[in-house]
């Protein structure tokens, strides 16, 4: 079972809502939960995190956009099942910039390359193994 | 020559000045820059951009902290020479966290594992090619 913790780092350079909305899609596409599951209201985890309960209506309104939540008033947040969407060349494109990015800043911060490469190679054998869907 | 032109997307996800700084990062990694070239003005950078000037001011700001650059008053934003950082485990853990955020967006965005596993597999050779850095 996929990990299911939330953390969000108030000090770092990605919004608090942003933070949240990147943790859960990453649990949603690693399978951690199953049409129907609720998560945790609004208020319940606004005072797990330590953030303002619009934060996370935030995040949650994001996230039903994208199609991973229907949010009926009064039934909390459920996950839904989220049809795949068509491929998108602006979305390969944009992974493509943000993986640089995110090397060169690693890079900047004094990870070794070949650390780098190796969690690279990793990765692209998961997507491989099908496991990252 | 690295490539040195710099785009922000001002409806994205991510804040202008964070874009420019993310930009210029990669670049200056890339080794697009030496030590002594001078970048536009802040004034001209905004303008090119169509971004408030303070916007600019808060990315060079962020690179000089960074130790990509000199910004004595009058004289502009210089490149300098900025010695390898100490190997940080932060960076590390962070780098591989992101790259999982960054993975699950392209996934649930319609990018087929197959293609993201490509981009990897070419980034990873260029690090071990030394072309990384």
């Known amino acids: 079972m996929p990990d299911k913790v939330i953390q969000v ?3 770092g350079d990605v919004p608090a809502y942003q933070q949240i909305v990147n943790v859960l899609r990453t649990q949603f596409v690693a399978g951690a939960f199953q ?33 991973w939540l229907d949010l009926r ?37 004094g990870v070794e390359p070949a650390t780098l490469a190796k969690q690279l190679d990793s990765l692209a054998g998961k997507l491989r193994g099908g496991g990252g869907r």
Chains 1, 2 share one sequence.
């Open 73 to 109: 008033r009064g039934r909390g947040a459920t996950i839904i099942a989220r049809p795949n969407p068509p491929p998108s060349p602006e979305a390969e494109s944009q992974f493509a910039r943000r993986l640089d990015e995110l090397t060169a800043k690693a890079l900047a911060e």
């Open 35 to 67: 049409p129907g599951d609720q998560l945790p209201t609004v208020r319940q985890l606004a005072m797990d995190l330590g953030v303002h309960h619009n934060t996370v209506a935030e995040a949650y309104r994001l996230l039903a956009q994208e199609g």
């Open 9 to 11: 780092d108030l000090a």
